[in-house]
């Protein structure tokens, strides 16, 4: 549905923050994954018709969207990473001006959009109060409900779920889940969890590049024989840094338990790890960085 063709983005002091990008997105939760620096705003910014990339072509359905950006607009819903200012108007008054500048002109059809998006996101018992004093959780599902206004096809929500705690993080992808049965959702983010937990397909991208992409299973599949732990004594990670590709490491219990990358058993009381979507991505970066302190 959405389909972006050898897309490079090279800003004006020279930093290529896209490097001939290709993706097929299909309708569904689509999960974004990568460190921070590494394109993701500019690729959200850019399919988003915010800004025009340097190369490369960007479709949705029949639609181009670098030559008919209003096109895409009207059937768009964005959330970006950094809302920015955060009213003191009430939610109902906010949405309902929202709604004005998306074009829902009729009264009637606006009250009944903005009552059905205030319930959707759980947030009609506090529809009075002004966004200013909302929580981030409240912010953010309120920044769901502006980008639903007159049903969107595609929906893009960038880094939504970094500062929430974990109850407003379930609930708010909980929400997303629910809205990508019918429409293309690009989550962007840096968080592993939230791409395992609720995404068909996933792209890692690094260093302006997809790195891998595909079914998260696939991909644990693919990497699976490629991981290995061991625990350690904390005072011994240094040497197992120097001798070992440590792609992660995590205290249990006063000790340090290790992930290291190698192609076959390293020996020295390594076991082989069953793999989740954590040692795909940290593996993918670990090749990342590789590659590109070789070129
Ligand atoms: N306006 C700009 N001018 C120059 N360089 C930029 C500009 N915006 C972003 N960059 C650079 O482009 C690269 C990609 O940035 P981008 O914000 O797209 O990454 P990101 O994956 O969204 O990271 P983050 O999660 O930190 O926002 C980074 O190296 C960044 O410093």
Same mark, same amino acid.
């Given at each position: 549905?959405?389909?972006?063709?050898?897309?490079?983005?090279?800003?004006?002091?020279?930093?290529?923050?896209?490097?001939?990008?290709?993706?097929? !997105? =299909?309708?569904?939760?689509?999960?974004?994954?990568?460190?921070?620096?590494?394109?993701?705003?500019?690729?959200?910014?850019?399919?988003?018709?915010?800004?025009?990339?340097?190369?490369?072509?960007?479709?949705?359905?029949?639609?181009?969207?670098?030559?008919?950006?209003?096109?895409?607009?009207?059937?768009?819903?964005?959330?970006?990473?950094?809302?920015?200012?955060?009213?003191?108007?009430?939610?109902?008054?906010?949405? /309902?001006?929202?709604?004005?500048?998306?074009?829902?002109?009729?009264?009637?059809?606006?009250?009944?959009?903005?009552?059905?998006?205030?319930?959707?996101?759980?947030?009609?018992?506090?529809?009075?109060?002004?966004?200013?004093?909302?929580?981030?959780?409240? #912010?953010?599902?309120?920044? !769901?409900?502006?980008?639903?206004?007159?049903? =969107?096809?595609?929906?893009?929500?960038?880094?939504?779920?970094?500062?929430?705690?974990?109850?407003?993080?379930?609930?708010?992808?909980?929400?997303?889940?629910?809205?990508?049965?019918?429409?293309?959702?690009?989550?962007?983010?840096?968080?592993?969890?939230?791409?395992?937990?609720?995404?068909?397909?996933?792209?890692?991208?690094?260093?302006?590049?997809?790195?891998?992409?595909?079914?998260?299973?696939?991909? !644990?599949?693919?990497?699976?024989?490629?991981?290995?732990?061991?625990?350690?004594?904390?005072?011994?990670? /240094?040497?197992?840094?120097? #001798?070992?590709?440590? !792609?992660?490491? #995590?205290?249990?219990?006063?000790?340090?338990?290790?992930?290291?990358?190698? =192609?076959? /058993?390293? /020996?020295?009381?390594?076991?082989?790890?069953?793999?989740?979507?954590?040692?795909?991505?940290?593996?993918?970066?670990?090749?990342?960085?590789?590659?590109?302190?070789?070129?």
């Amino acid at each position: 549905m959405l389909k972006l063709d050898a897309v490079t983005h090279i800003y004006p002091n020279g930093t290529c923050a896209l490097d001939d990008v290709t993706l097929n !997105i =299909p309708k569904g939760m689509y999960g974004l994954l990568g460190p921070n620096g590494a394109g993701k705003s500019t690729l959200m910014r850019s399919v988003a018709t915010l800004q025009t990339p340097t190369f490369g072509s960007i479709c949705f359905g029949d639609i181009d969207v670098i030559a008919a950006p209003e096109r895409l607009r009207e059937r768009l819903g964005y959330l970006p990473q950094d809302f920015g200012v955060y009213p003191r108007v009430s939610a109902y008054e906010m949405l /309902d001006y929202m709604a004005v500048l998306k074009g829902v002109a009729s009264a009637p059809e606006r009250k009944d959009t903005v009552e059905t998006l205030l319930n959707q996101t759980n947030l009609w018992a506090v529809r009075k109060k002004a966004i200013a004093g909302f929580s981030g959780g409240m #912010r953010q599902r309120f920044g !769901i409900a502006q980008a639903l206004i007159g049903n =969107p096809e595609l929906i893009i929500v960038d880094e939504p779920t970094a500062g929430l705690d974990p109850e407003e993080r379930n609930r708010f992808l909980n929400l997303l889940a629910e809205i990508g049965e019918n429409v293309v959702v690009i989550l962007s983010t840096h968080i592993v969890d939230d791409v395992a937990d609720l995404c068909p397909r996933m792209a890692v991208l690094a260093a302006g590049k997809i790195q891998i992409e595909g079914a998260p299973h696939q991909l !644990i599949e693919r990497s699976r024989g490629s991981v290995w732990a061991k625990t350690i004594p904390r005072e011994q990670l /240094d040497e197992y840094r120097e #001798r070992f590709e440590v !792609i992660s490491t #995590r205290l249990f219990a006063g000790r340090t338990i290790i992930h290291v990358l190698s =192609p076959s /058993d390293p /020996d020295d009381g390594f076991k082989a790890v069953e793999g989740g979507l954590e040692d795909v991505y940290f593996s993918t970066l670990a090749q990342t960085r590789r590659a590109s302190v070789a070129a």
